[in-house]
């Protein structure tokens, strides 16, 4: 009798387990048309002008805004246009979101998502020259006072995935393995090499980065964004 109420228990968890495991979590849908995430976090657009770059982005930084009609032809979604400037020799723009109300400083919370495996999202748009992809950012559980967001701790070398050949003209529904797809760049410094099963664990933000010389442009859709 104990033996089947022990294995009764067992079947429980690994079912309980499963459901959990089967409950997305959602990044933004875009359906309550604002500049919020859809668990309180927040939309934004950067570029390299800190970096002294002169890439230029839309919406511009501290001013996001949301573009209509989403995928379904209705609604909204996440547009980010760019063209890489000239002075660094692979100059950036990008589009991201933090994933919680308190993601982003001062509180600076982590959101432990590694229990899912794959983020989902639905992309359109063009791609000229360059690359686009999809990173995972890796940042510090505090912040300094003062400062706009927690610092990263990989120096940027941070977990990406190659999206350009994603985008086309028409709505993709893009599906990505965060272990399988997702790989820190080859020029990651020793010091900065970090299990992603600790990135995973520790989430701020996710963005999707551009990167290119003189002139390549971007000009991307996202809308349905989630970690399954």
């Known amino acids: 009798m ?13 079912f309980s387990g499963l459901a959990l495991a089967a409950e997305p979590f959602l990044v933004d849908d875009f359906e309550d048309g ?7 976090g927040w939309w934004y657009t950067y570029n390299d002008a800190e970096s002294g770059g002169n890439s230029e982005v839309w919406p511009v930084p501290g001013k996001f805004e ?18 890489a400037g000239n002075k660094l020799g692979w100059d950036f723009v990008g589009i991201g979101a933090t994933l919680k109300f308190d993601s982003g400083c001062p509180s600076a919370k982590p959101v432990n998502l590694k229990n899912y495996s794959t983020l989902q999202f639905k992309i359109k748009g063009k791609v000229s020259g360059g690359r686009l992809i999809a990173r ?11 400062a706009n967001g927690p610092e990263t701790l990989t120096e940027w070398a941070d977990y990406e995935c190659g999206i350009t050949s994603k985008v086309s003209a028409d709505w993709t529904t893009v599906k990505l393995d965060l272990r399988k797809d997702f790989k820190q760049p080859k020029w990651t410094k020793k010091e900065n090499v970090v299990p992603i099963e600790k990135v995973l664990e520790n ?8 990167s290119g010389p003189d002139g390549d442009t971007v000009d991307i859709w996202l809308d349905d964004i989630q970690f399954n």
């Open 34 to 40: 604002n500049v919020q995430t859809a668990q309180g």
């Open 66 to 83: 949301l573009s209509a009609p989403g995928s379904e032809g209705k609604g909204f979604a996440a547009r980010m246009k760019g063209t």
């Open 203 to 210: 989430m701020h933000n996710v963005q999707f980065h551009f």
């Open 136 to 146: 995972l950012i890796y940042t510090d559980n505090k912040c300094k006072e003062g």
């Open 2 to 14: 104990k033996k089947i109420m022990a294995m009764a228990v067992a079947v429980m968890f690994v």
